[in-house]
T-cell receptor, first 112, second 109 residues
Framework: DSGVTQTPKHLITATGQRVTLRCSPR?????VYWYQQSLDQGLQFLIH???????AKGNILERFSAQQFPDLHSELNLSSLELGDSALYFC???????????FGPGTRLTVL | GIQVEQSPPDLILQEGANSTLRCNFS?????LQWFHQNPWGQLINLFY???GTKQNGRLSATTVATERYSLLYISSSQTTDSGVYFC???????????FGSGTKLNVKP
């Protein structure tokens, strides 16, 4: 157990809908990262927050947004969902800005 | 962005064998990590190794930043080592992570 929790574990929804994925980092970790893993695109970095502020943005679509709250948990919002958004979404946390990352179990999103 | 290439893409080993996985990257990096994704999908960080050598049990890693590559050594492999090994880097002066496509390892009993 990495100490990073993600909810929900599975999510099935329809095209056009909006969902929110939640991540709680390990106690004391200030950084939260979001990744998408799909069969055709592999592992893709989406976004990195450090202590409530956005630090880096990767291949995150405009339909997606994220934030990190004062208690350091983070949410990834996916809207206007398309079939191609079906993937595993991982959250990771680390103590500081650039060090070892610890991954959550992931949320499997299926868009029908 | 930076290109990250991992080799070999697939590897089949007999239990007890040793192996070396390679990660090449196209530009200077200030962060490099190796991850293992087990057959159940869980991602585990193995090493944070932007340069130098580290060892953890049967695993060790070496990054030669000046030559833009990193190696992951697995000795006396076990069936529990099966899964996909990913290398991820952060390009120097940027903060984005780039992943290689992984090496899929199958250790047979």
């Amino acid at each position: 157990d990495s100490g990073v929790t993600q909810t929900p574990k599975h999510l099935i929804t329809a095209t056009g809908q909006r969902v929110t994925l939640r991540c709680s980092p390990r106690s004391g970790d200030l950084s939260v990262y979001w990744y998408q893993q799909s069969l055709d695109q592999g592992l893709q970095f989406l976004i990195h927050y450090y202590n409530g502020e956005e630090r880096a943005k990767g291949n995150i679509l405009e339909r997606f947004s994220a934030q990190q709250f004062p208690d350091l948990h983070s949410e990834l919002n996916l809207s206007s969902l398309e079939l191609g958004d079906s993937a595993l979404y991982f959250c990771a946390s680390s103590p500081h800005k650039t060090d070892t990352q610890y991954f959550g179990p992931g949320t499997r999103l299926t868009v029908l | 962005g930076i290109q990250v290439e991992q080799s070999p893409p697939d590897l089949i080993l007999q239990e007890g064998a040793n192996s070396t996985l390679r990660c090449n990257f196209s530009d200077s990096v200030n962060n490099l990590q190796w991850f293992h994704q087990n057959p159940w999908g869980q991602l585990i960080n193995l090493f944070y190794i932007p340069s130098g050598t580290k060892q953890n049990g049967r695993l060790s890693a070496t990054t030669v930043a000046t030559e833009r590559y990193s190696l992951l050594y697995i000795s006396s492999s076990q069936t529990t080592d099966s899964g996909v090994y990913f290398c991820a880097v952060v390009q120097y002066n940027f903060n984005k992570f780039y992943f290689g496509s992984g090496t899929k390892l199958n250790v047979k009993p």
